[in-house]
Structures are given as C-alpha cells and as structure tokens.
C-alpha cells in the first residue's frame, strides 16, 4: 500500500547574536561626595551593572536595578569600579573590563597645599596684609561678632566651608 504523509509542526529557528558587553566611558576621575554619568556604547543584549570598591577585576556584585546603558552613580565616597554583564538570548553572558572612578579627597582645613586656592571671606574687614593660606592682618569696620569663612579648591575639588566666629572689641 501507499502510505498517506504525515506533516509536523513547523519549528522556528532562532539564532542570537554573541553577547558583547562593549565599552564603558564618563568622568573617570570626580571629587568626594560627587556623583558622575557613565555610558555603555557597543553592547549587544540586556545589561546589569556591577560595582566593587575593592578592585578592577573583584569584588564585584550586581547594582540593584541598573539595566540601562547610562545611569548616575549616585554620590560616591571613595574610588570605584564598575563593569556590565550582557547577554544577548540564550547566548552567554559577556563580562566587560572593570571602569575606575577616582574619588579625590576634598581639601580639609590645614592639609591644602601653599598652591591651593582659598576663597576667604572676611565678613566686611579690609585686608591690611596676607594672600592665600595666610596669615592674614584685617581692619574690622566696628567692634562686634563677624564670621571668617574659607573654602579651598584643589585639584578640581572644593572643601567643605570652614568658619570662625570672632569677636571685636
């Protein structure tokens, strides 16, 4: 006898590209407290960020909820690393090169350089004598309560305000 055919289902291939975790780039170095935007360019697949503060290349675990290809690290307080985990459908996971964002210490009050900027404000005296760290002789106005103030700026960073509150007899 003649055997009747017999069609099956049809069966759709699907064939993903490689992962591929492309580059990372943003400021790489910021100051203590600041906050910097880093980019992921060249990816292919979905992407989870990881950070670390122990090195380029450990240490790392997932930041929560960082899928995007540019996100704000938020405020960092020391030096940090980051890197992406990308995959792209059933293929494996591609792990990008760790990316370091250099904190800088602000300046604080008595470690600046003599090469430091100081901003200085003296509240309404006259500056008789003194430039940069000091020491400073001023005129005061009128006997009474004046706050000095100074900020310093060092490589790129800025302190903290420090004050002083006189009195003028």
Do not use: H, M
């Amino acid at each position: 006898g003649v055997c009747a055919s017999v069609f099956s289902d049809p069966v759709i291939i699907r064939i993903d590209s490689a992962s591929a975790a492309g580059n990372i780039s943003g400021t790489n170095t910021i100051c203590q407290g600041s906050a910097t935007t880093l980019n992921l360019n060249g990816y292919r697949g979905s992407i989870q960020w990881q950070k670390s503060t122990t090195s380029a290349s450990s240490g790392f675990a997932d930041t929560a909820g960082v899928t995007v290809a540019s996100f704000n690290t938020g405020n960092l307080a020391t030096t940090t690393y980051y890197r992406v985990v990308v995959t792209n459908g059933v293929c494996a996971a591609s792990t990008g090169t760790g990316y370091t964002v250099t904190v800088s210490p602000a300046s604080v009050a008595g470690t600046a350089s003599a090469s430091a900027a100081y901003n200085w404000d003296f509240d309404g005296a006259t500056v008789l004598s003194g430039s940069g760290q000091g020491p400073y002789n001023l005129s005061f106005p009128a006997a009474g309560n004046y706050t000095i103030t100074v900020d310093v700026t060092e490589n790129g960073c800025t302190s903290p305000v420090a004050s002083a509150n006189i009195t003028v007899y």
